[in-house]
């Protein structure tokens, strides 16, 4: 299974709402990613969790919440968004680096996020 | 800061020609790799080449990597109209065990039948 898939693939939200976004990958590997896209623009890196531990933050507001309750699960949890939030946001995962070679990774097809 | 730019932002060309997309980058590499993003949809992983190679095949894609002037070329060869896409290049600038891709501004390609 070479696949990554996340759920919802669409999302309207309010301001006021929370909601979350779930990534689940079953290839084993140990490092998952976090990306946010807007429309003609490359993606950008939120968040990197490495072995189930948050290692990078791009600082990122704190209206988005990641978390990574197994090695093969990952949420990004959402509060109080605004509607500059609104987005794709992508899952990848890959194996960690190790030993200075590095690895591809592998993306979800995203989830599109609009912001009322 | 985008490490990586690309040109050009977007190209034309027909079904069976070739098509050149070329990525410079700023700091010092363990790789580039190039992906390819069909419209609204997630990146599919094309090719890496490390920092140590200077060109790699596969299929129809041909990378280059000139690290002397920061720069990678991507070219397909004989262009099919399921070509058609976005390809963005990325540099890895992580530490240690931590990945941190960093994508160029992507090139949009366009292949007419």
């Known amino acids: 299974d070479t696949e990554v898939t996340q759920t919802p693939k669409h999302l309207v939200m309010g301001m006021t709402n929370k909601k979350s976004l779930k990534c689940e990958q079953h290839m084993g590997h140990r490092a998952m990613y976090w990306y946010k896209q807007k429309a003609k623009k490359p993606p950008e890196l939120m968040f990197v969790?490495?072995?189930?531990?948050?290692?990078i933050n791009e600082s990122v507001p704190s209206r988005f919440s990641p978390e990574c309750p197994n090695s093969s699960l990952l949420n990004l949890h959402l509060h109080a968004l605004q509607p500059e939030d609104s987005a794709l946001y992508l899952c990848?995962?890959?194996?960690?680096?190790?030993?200075?070679?590095?690895?591809?990774?592998?993306f979800g097809p995203g989830t599109r996020l609009t912001v009322l | 800061s985008q490490q990586g730019e690309e040109d050009p932002q977007a190209l034309s060309i027909q079904e069976g020609e070739n098509a050149t997309m070329n990525c410079s980058y700023k700091t010092s590499i363990n790789n580039l790799q190039w992906y390819r993003q069909n419209s609204g949809r997630g990146l599919v992983h094309l090719i890496l080449i490390r920092s140590n190679e200077r060109e790699k095949h596969s299929g129809r894609l041909r990378v280059t990597l000139d690290t002397s002037k920061k720069s990678s070329s991507l070219l397909i060869t004989a262009s099919r109209a399921a070509d058609t896409a976005s390809y963005f290049c990325?540099?890895?600038?992580?530490?240690?065990?931590?990945?941190?891709?960093?994508f160029g501004q992507g090139t949009r390609l366009t292949i007419n039948p």
């Open positions: 969790y490495s072995y189930e531990k948050l290692s």
């Open positions: 990848a995962s890959s194996q960690p680096r190790s030993r200075g070679l590095n690895n591809e990774q592998f």
């Open positions: 990325a540099t890895d600038a992580g530490i240690q065990g931590a990945q941190k891709l960093v």
